[in-house]
């Protein structure tokens, strides 16, 4: 199971970090992942991160700003969002899928991810 959180209103240019909790593991390594989908658009990959060594990969559109890391004691995925703009105004969707697997292409695929958590809002105001 996913649980994200940290969602809220923010400013534009403000920061917000948010939480992706697992539970109930089944695999010892998996690519987690922050997916967000704007109303009326795509769900879009954001970020995404390998457990057991945390190397990282980061979409374009984000790179600079938003970092995804990981907690291995406590099972959890942050994506901390930095300068956030209007245009990041949206539901966030963390997503998992178990193993081990060399960075690709693969990662902003939405349908390669096995198990997803519930959204959290994301509303930035300019």
């Known amino acids: 199971q996913l649980q994200a959180s940290g969602g809220g209103l923010v400013q534009a240019g403000g920061s917000l970090r948010l939480s992706c909790a697992a539970s109930?593991?089944?695999?010892?390594?998996?690519?987690v992942g922050w997916f967000r989908q704007a109303p009326g658009k795509e769900r879009e990959f954001v970020a995404a991160?390998?457990?057991?060594?945390?190397?990282?990969y980061i979409a374009e559109s984000v790179k600079g700003r938003f970092t995804i890391s990981r907690e291995n004691a406590n099972d959890m995925v942050y994506l901390q969002m930095n300068s956030l703009k209007p245009e990041d105004t949206a539901v966030y969707y963390c997503?998992?899928?178990?193993?081990?697997?060399?960075?690709?292409?693969?990662?902003?695929?939405?349908?390669?991810?096995?198990?997803w958590g519930q959204g959290t809002l994301v509303t930035v105001s300019s």
């Open positions: 109930g593991r089944t695999s010892t390594s998996y690519t």
């Open positions: 997503a998992a899928k178990p193993g081990h697997f060399a960075v690709s292409s693969v990662w902003r695929d939405r349908y390669w991810f096995t198990y």
């Open positions: 991160i390998r457990w057991r060594d945390g190397l990282t």
